[in-house]
């Protein structure tokens, strides 16, 4: 089974947890809406901000590439959503046909041999971040959006084997997220002054080998050893 395939996978199961069964028609088991698009445009507008672009205000930073890689990776589960979405509506649920259809890609293929021209300044990063911005409400395909995906992901320094990584990382997270009181507003999110997200990036830089299952496990004392 191919990543692109075990991704889809992962993310079917998480949504159909979260959501419930049926999610892909647009409505979650609580009767809430889902919009896939603007939960996009949310997460893209976050990974600008990890970008010194504003000129009033620490004009000397750095970009935050640690933190665009988890925004880039937080970009991908909802990319993935709106393709399986589609998927379903169009009506072929088979995650294989859709792996397959998402690797026969031109776009895939740059991304995979590392292909992609390099953005000369971190101006040129936002504008891409922008351009997917400008196109989710374009009704462009999702081929489209898979293809501005893989331009972020590379600017933000990822190949196929640290997307894979980091997103087995955050998907473990979410779904510990979602055990642990996250939809009810009762998780919390700074591990003794320090975000989740980074402490599951601490967790794999310690052990590259962990499986899902150990990283899970280890969330889990972290999560029962915090000062409340």
């Known amino acids: 089974m191919s990543k692109i395939e075990i991704m889809l996978n992962l993310q079917q199961e ?6 419930g069964e049926g999610w ?5 088991n609580r009767g809430k ?6 939960c996009i445009l949310l997460e893209a507008s976050e990974l600008i901000e990890s970008y010194p672009w504003k000129h009033w205000k620490s004009i000397e930073a750095s970009p935050d590439y640690e933190n665009i890689m988890i925004e880039s990776v937080d970009i991908w ?12 509506i169009n009506g072929n649920a088979n995650i294989k046909e859709l792996a397959d259809t998402i690797e ?9 041999n590392n292909e992609y021209e390099k953005a000369e300044n971190f ?44 997103y087995i990382g955050k998907n473990i ?43 899970y496990s280890e969330l889990e004392k972290r999560y029962e050893a915090l000062d409340n």
């Open 173 to 215: 997270l979410n779904s510990f997220r979602q055990k642990n009181g996250y939809k009810e507003g009762t998780y919390i999110k700074e591990w003794n002054g320090v975000e989740d997200n980074v402490v599951m990036q601490e967790i794999l830089s310690e052990n590259k080998d962990i499986t899902p299952k150990e990283l």
């Open 77 to 88: 589960h909802f990319v993935m959503s709106e393709a399986l979405r589609l998927n379903t």
């Open 24 to 28: 892909e028609r647009g409505i979650t």
């Open 123 to 166: 101006y040129e990063e936002i504008s891409k971040v922008e351009k997917m911005i400008a196109n989710l409400y374009c009704n462009e395909s999702i081929e489209q959006m898979i293809e501005d995906f893989f331009a972020i992901a590379n600017n933000a320094g990822l190949d196929m084997d640290s997307l894979y990584k980091l």
């Open 14 to 19: 998480l949504n159909d947890s979260t959501n």
């Open 104 to 112: 026969n890609l031109d776009s895939y293929n740059k991304f995979v």
């Open 33 to 38: 809406l889902i919009d896939w698009r603007r």
